[in-house]
């Protein structure tokens, strides 16, 4: 058993690992249920669901889910909310499997190949927060994250205003145009996060494992105090 925290609230939830090696290509049918449920579940608990990502990308480009998809994308803006209600939430078939950075997995039904992404939006205590919410653990603008409508599968559902445009920024000017899913990685982040992240935080994590917690913290009080 794994225990996903949040503040002083917990819960504890049955974890399973999740390798995109090893993961079946998500059926339209088995997407569309896992997302229609998402979001009836979440409506009833007073939680408003985006589509984000890949599924935000196939419902704009596509009007489908991209052929060859592992799972469903969505982000929601109330964590707290979300975390309270999990115990409701497995009760109506949505099963937590995973809660990592900020992201939390949920599998419909016991169905071993269909499950849904459910990312957290909120402002970040950072340089970054000036104009960047946190998704997940990227940045991303402000701009791009208003509140919008879309009819997807015959549904309507909430998404980024002018989709087109986080689109373009997650995906790059070619957004639109379909390539194999291997062929480029994406950062979904603004650079200077992004770098920051990879290069000096990663630094910082292996100094810290390096020389203890304990003198690091120390090191960092004394640079501190010279400034």
Known sequence: MAIARLGKLSFEFEEEELE????????SEDAKAVLFKTQDVFSKLGIDVY???????????????IPGDLDVDVFV????????HLHEIEECGLKLIRA???????RLNNNPNCFIDVYI???TVSIWG??????????????????GEMVFMGRTFKCPKNP?????????NTWNV?????????TYDVPTHYYYAKYLLQAKIKMRSLIGDRFYDAVKSILGKQK
Not at 77 to 84: A, G, I, N, R, V
Not at 100 to 106: E, R, V
């Open 20 to 27: 995109c090696e090893n993961l079946p290509e998500i059926s």
């Open 164 to 172: 087109e445009r986080i689109l373009k920024f997650w995906y790059g």
């Open 121 to 123: 939006m909120k402002p």
């Open 178 to 186: 379909p390539i194999d899913k291997n062929d480029k990685a994406y």
């Open 77 to 84: 803006k109330d964590e707290k909310k979300m975390f309270q």
């Open 100 to 106: 990592l950075n900020n992201t939390y997995s949920f």
């Open 51 to 65: 589509l984000a990502y890949g599924t935000l990308l196939g419902a704009v480009r596509d009007q489908a889910i």
């Open 130 to 147: 000036l104009y960047c919410y946190s998704l997940e653990i990227m940045m991303v603008p402000k701009k791009y994250l208003q509140d």
